[in-house]
């Protein structure tokens, strides 16, 4: 086997990091070769980091010696190290979320547990983040370490899809390695293989101009194997058309469906009004014409539709006057939480000014 081509670590850190607490969170299904490694390199990239930061390490239900590696390393990792065990394998996206849900920082990274990440790049992300005010900063394997056509191809592919579809244009949606402010993050809740297209469900919550993509290291995959093969790449196409219907449609699913409908009527009516026409018009016989099926056929299917789009429009009220979601997101709310009573315009109040 080639040694590992990591480079030694080079701590550059910006000098003007504003004062945050930062979470890396990883995900980790039999990666027991590569925790050690993970562990030490992480703390190596951030050895002097000016804020308090910690790394959240995901077993995801490992069948391997991952658990107790990651227990070892975590015992002599002067306590930035904490460990969330996960009690069987809810794959790459539920893990994720889980070590989100146990993250403190108001910065959050994910990335990969196997090295194929390198966490050099996180301080320049994060500076890059707080100094711009984005809410997504995401990495881009510009030089990639995999094969072509199995991995670059069908992810180059699905990243010009992704990125017409979604309107948020990054060249490389399946890189784990984000970084991303947390009150944004955590407005979101990840499941399915939800991961790859996170930075499009951000886009529900801000605006494409805070989301910005940074050219990071790519090294091979060295211990352990992937997780996923070409199968993927249809899950990511199913995935994506369901992305496409909530990102337009997540508060007004009536109309898309309703859309559908009043076009297939419209369709059905003129050809019906034509037939009619025909009929007690010109006194001609259309029961054996195959344009009357059309016709009905398409009055049923908008019918079909524009009774789906009202089953779907009262699922998305019950969903949003629930309270359970709000149909907007504020980046301040601990300053409106905070923010004491109303303030009188009286001359008094004015004086002290
Ligand atoms: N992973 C996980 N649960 C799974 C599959 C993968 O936590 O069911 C983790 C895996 O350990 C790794 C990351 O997700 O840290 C990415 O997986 P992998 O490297 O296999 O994906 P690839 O880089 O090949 O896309
Ligand atoms: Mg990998």
Not at 32 to 45: D, F, G, I, K, T
Not at 109 to 129: A, E, F, S
Not at 132 to 139: C, I, K
Not at 209 to 216: G, L, S
């Amino acid at each position: 086997m080639n040694t590992p081509s990591l480079a030694p670590a080079r701590p550059d850190i910006p000098a003007d990091l504003p004062p945050h607490r930062l979470s890396i969170v990883v995900p980790m299904y039999n990666e027991a070769e590569n925790v050690e490694p993970l562990v030490e390199r992480v703390q190596a990239s951030l050895a002097g980091y000016p804020c308090p930061w910690e790394l959240i390490l995901v077993d995801d239900g490992s069948s391997d010696a991952t658990p107790a590696e990651l227990r070892r390393c975590a015992a002599k990792s002067a306590g930035h190290v904490r460990i969330v065990e996960l009690s069987r394998n809810f794959k790459q996206t539920a893990a994720t979320q889980a070590g989100i849900d146990a993250s403190r920082g108001d910065v959050i990274v994910t990335m990969d547990g196997d090295l194929q990440n390198d966490p050099v790049d996180i301080p320049r992300m994060v500076g890059r983040l707080l100094r711009e005010d984005l809410d997504l900063v995401a990495g881009w394997r510009k030089d990639r370490k995999d094969g072509f056509l199995l991995r670059k191809l069908p992810s180059l592919i699905a990243n010009r899809l992704i990125a017409r579809m979604t309107g948020v244009y990054l060249r490389d949606y399946g890189c784990s390695l984000k970084v991303f402010r947390a009150s944004a993050l955590k407005s979101l809740r990840l499941y399915g293989e939800m991961h790859r297209f996170i930075p499009a469900w951000l886009a529900t919550v801000t605006t494409p101009r805070r989301i910005a993509q940074e050219v990071v290291t790519h090294h091979p995959r060295i211990f352990g194997e992937s997780k996923y093969g070409i199968s993927r790449t249809l899950r990511v196409v199913l995935d994506l058309i369901f992305v496409y219907f909530f990102m337009r449609f997540r508060s007004r699913p009536g109309h898309f469906f309703g859309g559908i409908g009043l076009m297939l009527g419209t369709a059905g009516g003129l050809i019906l009004a034509y037939l009619a026409t025909v009929k007690y018009v010109l006194h001609e016989s259309i029961g054996t014409r195959p344009l009357l099926f059309l016709g009905f056929f398409l009055v049923i299917a908008a019918v079909q539709m524009i009774s789906s789009g009202v089953l779907a429009e009262v699922l998305a009220r019950v969903l949003f006057e629930s309270g359970a979601v709000r149909s907007y997101l504020t980046r301040n709310q601990q300053q409106i939480e905070d923010s004491d009573g109303w303030q009188l315009d009286t001359p008094d109040s004015d004086s002290k000014k």
